[in-house]
């Protein structure tokens, strides 16, 4: 697996909680969020790495800067080795993302940038299959 896939659940003042498929839940910060992000909106989520020493030092933001397209970063750090099939992530708001074993070669310390991309294909066929759900149940309109 060399990404994770989830939903933009809700809004909390000034954070996004993005639910994963894997059941974690991921605090992203609303005003580092892609321009397309909505509740519903379906991302993945990839590592990349982090820029070299020297573009790191000349683009000096510490702070998540906005997206204007359909992806975003935030930076994050390797905390340890890998226990029970993932490597914990710590991210700039203190949680932490575990993140599966056989989709990264990690190292401890190691720093990371976490891309969330927005995927309007999976958004679109995620509310096909709730809107199918919700017609199995209570009937498609019209009938």
Same mark, same amino acid.
């Given at each position: 697996?060399?990404?994770?896939?989830?939903? @933009?659940?809700?809004? /909390? !003042?000034? #954070?996004?909680? @993005?639910? *994963?498929?894997? $059941?974690?839940? %991921?605090?992203?910060?609303?005003?580092? *969020?892609?321009?397309?992000?909505?509740? !519903?909106?379906?991302? !993945? *989520?990839?590592?990349?790495?982090?820029?070299?020493?020297?573009?790191?030092? /000349?683009?000096?933001?510490?702070?998540? +800067?906005?997206?204007? $397209? @359909?992806?975003?970063? %935030?930076?994050?750090?390797?905390?340890?080795?890998?226990?029970? !099939?993932?490597?914990? %992530? +710590?991210?700039?708001?203190?949680?932490?993302?575990?993140?599966? #074993? $056989?989709?990264? *070669?990690?190292?401890?310390? &190691?720093?990371?940038?976490?891309?969330?991309?927005?995927? %309007? /294909?999976?958004? @679109?066929?995620?509310?096909?299959? #709730? &809107?199918?759900?919700?017609?199995?149940?209570?009937?498609?309109?019209?009938?």
């Amino acid at each position: 697996m060399d990404a994770l896939r989830g939903v @933009i659940d809700r809004f /909390e !003042g000034d #954070v996004a909680v @993005i639910v *994963l498929d894997d $059941g974690q839940q %991921l605090l992203w910060p609303r005003a580092a *969020l892609p321009r397309l992000a909505r509740p !519903g909106t379906a991302v !993945g *989520l990839y590592l990349v790495p982090p820029p070299s020493p020297i573009a790191a030092e /000349e683009a000096q933001p510490v702070e998540p +800067a906005p997206s204007h $397209g @359909i992806a975003a970063e %935030l930076p994050a750090t390797v905390l340890d080795n890998a226990a029970a !099939g993932a490597w914990p %992530l +710590a991210l700039p708001d203190g949680s932490v993302l575990r993140w599966p #074993v $056989g989709s990264a *070669l990690l190292a401890p310390k &190691q720093p990371v940038w976490v891309r969330l991309v927005v995927d %309007l /294909e999976d958004t @679109i066929a995620r509310r096909k299959r #709730v &809107q199918s759900l919700l017609d199995e149940l209570f009937g498609s309109p019209g009938t």
